[in-house]
């Protein structure tokens, strides 16, 4: 009797083992359709998908069958952190979207959306500074979203309005002040 319940608990952990293995991104290499999914779910506009993202950029690994495109070169020409605002990892999820969308052509479809949660991302960034810099930080992310969205580049972003927002910034902690 021991041996058989032994032998059912150890088919049962096998079998179990096999079903974890088998939901496992990296168990095997995915459909066409499989990356689309996991790309289309790293590129929704929420915090959840920027956070889903985020976690396999620093954990890709489990991700490697995937192909995936992890290069970036950040907000391109424009600054990464303009008047200090944290830009980068923005600006690293929407390069992530365009390459990758590119890659499997489906480039076209998805734009809009891209850039849509580049700007959410942004707007999550400035939502963590303080009253007085934010409307500093919402002008540059509307900036950084325009750029992308009528050029498809944040290169296209100008000192002039980098100047504009730190001027914006300035008169903001001189009244706080």
Known sequence: ???????????AALALAGTFAAASPAAAAPTPQQKLSVLS???QTSATSYNNWN???????????????WSTDYCSSSPDN???????????RHDFGYRNYKAVGQFSA??????SAFYEDLKRVCATYNS???????????TYY?????????AAVSQ??????????????????
């Open 55 to 69: 976690s396999a950029r620093l954990n890709r690994a489990p991700w490697a069958a995937y192909n995936f495109d």
């Open 132 to 142: 007085v810099v934010r409307p500093a930080c919402l002008s540059l992310a509307w």
């Open 160 to 177: 002039a309005d980098l100047d504009r927002a730190a001027d914006l910034k300035a008169h903001a902690e001189q009244r706080a002040a």
């Open 41 to 43: 779910s790293w590129t």
């Open 1 to 11: 009797m021991r041996r058989r319940l032994a032998t059912l608990v150890a088919t």
């Open 110 to 115: 998805n734009k809009a959306r891209l850039d």
């Open 146 to 154: 325009e750029a992308v969205r009528i050029f498809g580049s944040v």
């Open 82 to 92: 303009p008047l200090g605002f944290s830009f980068s990892l923005s600006c690293h």
